[in-house]
């Protein structure tokens, strides 16, 4: 019901950093969790990580010391930082909203259409 829209991705050699962003809309950050999710080519997606309306978070064990989530609510927007990317982290990457604080994919809503990342020499 609430729309969400993720943008940052590109194209980066191995060892380098993007910064995703997901912006939400109608005050969303105030109330949900807000959970990154990610789909490498011919799989299924997986979880990355999540942040709470307080600020609380969760972290796949896969992607936790080197990608981390924030949020900025006066811009309606959470964050995904990536550090130390590796080919395996090529894919799409998409955020939805939840009422809870997991990792769970069926307790989230509204899938954007999510951003590219590419990571290769």
């Known amino acids: 019901q609430y729309e969400l829209g993720e943008s940052g991705g590109g194209f980066v050699q191995p060892g380098g950093s993007l910064r995703l962003s997901c912006t939400a809309s109608g005050h969303t950050l105030d109330y949900y969790t807000i959970g990154w999710f990610f789909q490498a080519p011919g799989k299924e997606r997986d979880a990355l990580s999540c942040?709470?309306?307080?600020?609380?978070?969760i972290y796949s064990p896969a992607v936790k010391g080197r990608f981390t989530t924030s949020k900025h609510n006066a811009k309606d927007t959470v964050f995904l930082q990536m550090d130390d990317l590796k080919p395996v982290d090529t894919g799409v990457y998409y955020c939805a909203y939840s009422d809870y604080l997991d990792l769970a994919e069926d307790d989230f809503d509204s899938w954007g259409q999510g951003t590219q990342v590419t990571v290769s020499s």
């Open positions: 942040i709470s309306n307080k600020g609380e978070t």
